[in-house]
Structures are given as C-alpha cells and as structure tokens.
C-alpha cells in the first residue's frame, strides 16, 4: 500500500476504525456527542448535500480544523434500522420527489440516478470505482469533441490514491488510463463474472476484475464482504463503501455536524456585498436560517442547479452564478445498454456482488469508426425484480414473462456504459409545477446527439457478441442510460461554466460548488471515485486560499 499504507489511510481518515467491531454498525456515541452549532453561529462552511462530494469535502475540512456543517434532505441512515437486503423494500433510498422530463430522448430519474440522505446516491450505487483516463480531460482539444476541463489528470492523481485506499478498492492491476494497483487485491468471482471473462477470452478482450469500493478482508473495524449481492440496495454488512461509513464517522469524530432530514430551499447572498451568507432550510417544517463564512452546494446534478436558479436575488435574478447562462447546462448521462444472455448451466448470478468484471479495452477513441469517444463493459448482474425489468422491456408480459422468470438462474447480463457528450441543451431549468414545499421542481431536458447514438449500437453489438461468444443461446438487448453529471460545470473562464479550477463560483467567490455537477465530461467511467477525488482536491484548494487571505477561515 502505497501513501503509508493502512496506518497512512489511519491518520488522514479514521472512520474504518470508528465503526464499532461489537457486530452492530453504527457507533451510536459518536452520533450522540456530535457538535451542534446554532443557527446564529457563523461556521466556516455550510454543505448542502451529504453525499460523495459533499462528505468528502465535510470530512477533510473538519480535519482542517473548520467549523462545518452539512445537511441533507434525507435521514441519517442506521443501516440495521433503516435497510433490508429485499428489492421492493429499498425504494426509500432513492430521491423521488417531482421532476418534469422533456427533450427528445428522456431520461427516467429515481431509483437508477438518485440517492436522498447521508451517504447521498453512493448508498445504494453498485460499487464500480474506476478512474478516469488521462485523456478525459482535454477531449475537445485531442477529440474535437465534448470539452477540456481547467485541471488534468495529473492534478487529481493524488486524490484518486488517497480516496482508493479509503474506500477502499480491490482490483487487478489495471492496465488502462494510467496504469496502476488497488491497494486491496481482487475478489473472487460468482457465476455472471466468469461468463463475462470467457466471453472476453474466446474474442481475445483483455478484462479484469474489479475496480470495486468493497473490502477484500476486514479493513479497520469493518466487516469483509459476505457476496450476498444486495450492494444496490445499502450493504447493511458495510463491506461496500459509501460516505456514511467511509468519511461521516472522521468527520463527526473532527467536530463536524451533519443536520439531516433538512432541505435547503435558499442559498441566500448579500447582494451588496456580492457574498453567500449562509442557507435557509426547511427543518420539521419549521423554515431555519443557518450563517456561514462560505457555502458549498453538492447536490448532485439536478438538485444542485436546481437551487442556484431557486435562489435568485434582485441582484441575480436568474440564478446564483448564472450570468453567463451556464448553470443547469451540460447535464450528462452515460448511455448504459444491458445484455441478457441465456446458459444452459446455471449461473445465479445473485450469489456475488453485482460489481465484479470489467474492461475498458474500447474506452478511447478508436480511429478506425465513425464516433468520438468509447464505452467500458461491465458485469451487471440484475436481482429478480430488475430482471424483470430487462425482460418486460422486450415486451415479454404474461405468461412468458413468468416463464422467463422461472429460467431467472440461467441468465447471465453485462451492461456498458457509453460516454455520451456534454450538449448544451441539455440542461435543468425550472418548472412552472412546485413540489410540497412550494418550490419550484426542476425541469430536465435531454435529447441523445448521433455519436451517442452510434456508440450505443457499438456498445450493444459488443455486449450481444461476448455474450454468445460464452455460449448463450438466446440474447435480450435493451437501452437505458445511468448516472448523472455536469450542470455547474468546472471552466478556464467565466463564461463558459460556472466554477473555476478551485470550485469557486467565478461570481460569488465564497460559493463553492462540489459533487458531480462540476464535470466538464463524464469518460465511460463511473463517476464516484472522481467525485470524491475531486472534492478532496477542492478541500485542499479551500484550505490553501484561506492561508491566501480569501473569504475563508484562517488555519486553526
Ligand atoms: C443505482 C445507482 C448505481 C450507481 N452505481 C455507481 C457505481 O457503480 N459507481 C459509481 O461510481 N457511481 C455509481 N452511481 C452514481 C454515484 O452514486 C453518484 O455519481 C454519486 O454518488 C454522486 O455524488 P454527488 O455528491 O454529486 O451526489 P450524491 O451522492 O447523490 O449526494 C447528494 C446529496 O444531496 C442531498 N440533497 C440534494 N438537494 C438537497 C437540498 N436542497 N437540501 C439538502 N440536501 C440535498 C441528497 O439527499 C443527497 O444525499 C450509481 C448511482 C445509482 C443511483
Ligand atoms: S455482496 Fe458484499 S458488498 Fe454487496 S451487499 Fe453483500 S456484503 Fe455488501
């Protein structure tokens, strides 16, 4: 391990060892003694968003010495009170509040690309902890197409390292972007992974195993994963990582505090001053204003311009950091087709972590086609309920929907996740409809551009022949699209994005945005890993400017 190894990972995060090692999950002391801060008190920075960004961020300014505060809409999770490893029983952990879709290709929001409470989405995300490749971040300058972003790869490698062994991942030796270890070794792999791996070596595509954000043995306090294969819905083991486990207990043990079950309606700004004087949330109902030096906003890529645009002033009318018509912008999705194939053996890939298997063999531009940009292949793995799923959306119903569910051991699915380009149509704006609070919803327009569209039949046509390569006698393909990112994203200059390298709004320079919505372009990566890497980058960024005098506290 590299960074000082496991007592290196100890002293720049202890949260592996602040979970009890008695059996139960949460370490009810730290959360009973955590420091509360009044409304009137002027912390050094509110977060608004608990999630990957916004816990990361959180975690590494308590230990800067920061007084901070981060709140989420949603509940500060107990894992053995508030989770069941059950499909149908795990809706609660998804953002499901109203949302209008327009554009020519909508995207479904809810379960697939949302999270609601502390941990945010990475609760109940798969598990896929990949890098971005070097050439993310200048596509428009190597590709001529999508954007280049104000920082490369180098500037974020550190941050990949530490968040990798925090996490941490397990993998093979990964031999594509810059290539580099895991500091956990690979797991072993179920049935759906071997059929994936055999379907690779017969068309001779290297793949590998891993990268996942599960322990591969006990990592301080917690326990290893079990391979019970219900990741998606909140790892009540705690093998898999999410912020609730992985950053919230170092920050609470720093002097952070976490207000959940609290939205945030209002960035609110002195327009005199051209300053972020805190936020106004909603608590039980009651309207609250907290004060801070600074406010980050990390609330994933809808909600978070979402509030930008609900919190003009007279003088921003049309939203916080909006002057040049960015925010809401560039919204992207990854294209994410599945392929379902048909074994003769049984697979039951239920008995593994969906996570397992993957390759990035056609992640770069290949000069040979007609497109720009790639697409990863990953195993998938579906439960029941979102097999079914698979298998309605090819029109099975019925009689032969039940018969495919019958045969549910036989199948084995593998999905892709295509890059689909930043456009600037698509975009968040909002809605005339309000939701129960009386603010307005957002609205979410998307529509696909014909590279996205040619990756997509790339994609599939791959994913049906490694299938059929491994054997399977009956292949069912459909499209969907995953995770969600851009929105406020990161530039070189004020007009052409909404925060600087350092995540500052170039409007209001103590307005801090984090979490997915600063990405300029999304790779065919799964995003997780890089938002958290860049929120300890930002932390960094945040502590360095407050020795430079900006609006911050002074170093404690
Ligand atoms: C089913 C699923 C599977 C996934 N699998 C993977 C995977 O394998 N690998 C991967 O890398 N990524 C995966 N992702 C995506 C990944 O989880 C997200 O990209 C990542 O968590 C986003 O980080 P974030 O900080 O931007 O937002 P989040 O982690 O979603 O955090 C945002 C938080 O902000 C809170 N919030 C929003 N608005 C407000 C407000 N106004 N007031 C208070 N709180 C607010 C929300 O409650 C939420 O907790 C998956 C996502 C889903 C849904
Ligand atoms: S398979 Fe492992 S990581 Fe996934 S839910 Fe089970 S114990 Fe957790």
């Excluded at 961020?57 to 490893?85: H, N, T």
């Excluded at 609290?262 to 051209?274: C, E, H, I, P, W």
């Excluded at 495919?404 to 909002?430: K, Q, S």
């Excluded at 998307?446 to 599939?460: E, F, I, K, P, W």
């Amino acid at each position: 391990m590299r960074l000082g190894g496991t007592g290196g990972v100890r002293r720049r995060n202890a949260s592996a060892w602040l979970v009890p090692n008695d059996g139960s999950r949460v370490n009810e002391e730290l959360r009973a003694s955590m420091r509360r801060f009044d409304d009137d008190d002027e912390v050094d920075l509110a977060i608004v968003g608990c999630g990957a960004g916004g816990a990361t961020l959180l975690q590494r300014l308590a230990r800067a010495g920061w007084k901070v505060v981060a709140f989420d809409a949603g509940p500060f999770w107990d894992p053995d009170r508030d989770w069941v490893s059950d499909e149908a029983g795990s809706h609660h952990l998804y953002w499901t509040e109203p949302r209008v879709l327009a554009g020519s290709d909508p995207v479904p929001l809810g379960s697939n690309n949302s999270g609601r409470g502390v941990g945010g989405s990475m609760v109940h995300f798969a598990g896929y902890t990949p890098r971005f490749h070097p050439s993310d971040f200048s596509t428009h300058t190597d590709d001529g197409v999508g954007a280049d972003w104000p920082i490369s790869y180098a500037d974020l490698k550190l941050y990949y390292e530490q968040i990798e062994q925090e996490l941490p991942v397990a993998g093979e030796h990964w031999p594509w972007g810059d290539p580099h270890g895991y500091p956990h070794s690979p797991h072993p792999i179920g049935g759906n992974g071997m059929v994936f791996q055999r379907g690779c070596l017969e068309l001779g595509i290297e793949v590998k195993v891993g990268p996942v954000a599960i322990t591969n043995g006990r990592f301080g306090n917690r326990s290893h994963c079990i391979y019970r294969g219900f990741c998606l819905q909140g790892c009540k083991v705690g093998a898999k990582a999410s912020p609730l486990i992985t950053h919230v207990p170092d920050a609470l043990d720093h002097g952070a505090e976490i207000r959940a079950d609290s939205m945030v309606t209002a960035v609110v700004v002195d327009d005199d001053r051209g300053l972020a004087t805190g936020v106004r949330y909603l608590q039980g109902g009651v309207e609250r204003y907290q004060r801070a030096r600074m406010v980050a906003v990390a609330g994933y890529s809808i909600e978070t311009p979402r509030l930008l645009l609900n919190s003009a002033t007279q003088r921003w009318p049309d939203g916080l950091g909006n002057d040049f018509d960015q925010v809401g912008r560039y919204v992207m999705v990854q294209g994410a087709p599945q392929s379902a194939g048909r074994f003769a053996e049984e697979i039951r890939s239920y008995k593994a972590p969906p996570p397992e298997v993957s390759t990035e063999a056609f992640y770069e531009t290949d000069p040979t086609q007609d497109y720009k940009r790639g697409f990863s292949l990953q195993g998938v793995s579906p439960l029941p309920i979102t097999y079914a799923e698979h298998v309605t959306a090819q029109g099975h119903w019925g009689s032969s929907l039940r018969e495919y569910m019958r045969d549910y051991v036989h199948w084995a699915v593998i999905g892709a996740l295509c890059e689909f380009l930043p456009l600037p149509d698509n975009r968040v704006t909002l809605a005339e409809e309000t939701d129960r609070h009386g603010l307005p919803v957002a609205k979410f327009s998307y529509s696909q551009c014909d590279n996205d569209r040619a990756l997509v039949v790339a994609a599939d046509e791959k994913l049906e022949a490694i299938l059929r390569a491994a054997g399977a006698s009956e292949v069912m393909t459909i499209n969907r699209y995953a995770h969600l990112v851009g929105g406020c994203r990161m530039s070189s200059d004020a007009s052409s994005g909404v925060v600087d390298a350092d995540h500052r709004s170039w409007a209001i320079r103590n307005l801090v945005i984090g979490g997915g919505s600063v990405l300029p372009t999304q790779g065919s990566a799964n995003p997780a890993l890089t938002i958290m890497a860049l929120a300890a980058r930002a932390a960094d960024r945040l502590v360095a400017g407050s020795r430079s005098g900006l609006r911050a506290p002074a170093v404690r």
